[in-house]
């Protein structure tokens, strides 16, 4: 059974900072794309950042220079270091895996105050 748990979303005021995490079992983690998407109210989910086997990652323009996605695969975790927090950065937040198939997680909430 696959299950991605992401955890880490919260309140924080606009020029702060969150480190969001994901958590994956019943994959095998280092085979995978990992990605955060975020869908605000009233908005479509999109991509913010993509991070493939190898290490090489990619960002939506909107949060290049303030986010930045890693992963460890001895824990099965991929992260997304969050700066500059702006009020339009609030959504929720998903993790993703991809391969042949994807999976996603419940998803975390992020609300930046201005």
């Known amino acids: 059974q696959v299950q991605l748990v992401e955890s880490g979303g919260g309140l924080v005021q606009a020029g702060g900072s969150l480190r969001l995490s994901c958590a994956a079992s019943g994959i095998i983690f280092s085979s995978y794309t990992m990605s955060w998407y975020r869908q605000a109210p009233g908005k479509q989910r999109e991509l913010v950042a993509r991070i493939i086997i190898g290490g090489g990652t990619n960002y939506a323009d909107s949060v290049k220079g303030r986010f930045t996605i890693s992963r460890d695969n001895a824990k099965n975790t991929v992260y997304l270091q969050m700066n500059s927090l702006k009020p339009e950065d609030t959504a929720v937040y998903y993790c993703?895996?991809?391969?042949?198939?994807?999976?996603w997680g419940q998803g975390t909430q992020v609300t930046v105050s201005s």
């Open positions: 993703n895996a991809l391969r042949l198939m994807d999976f």
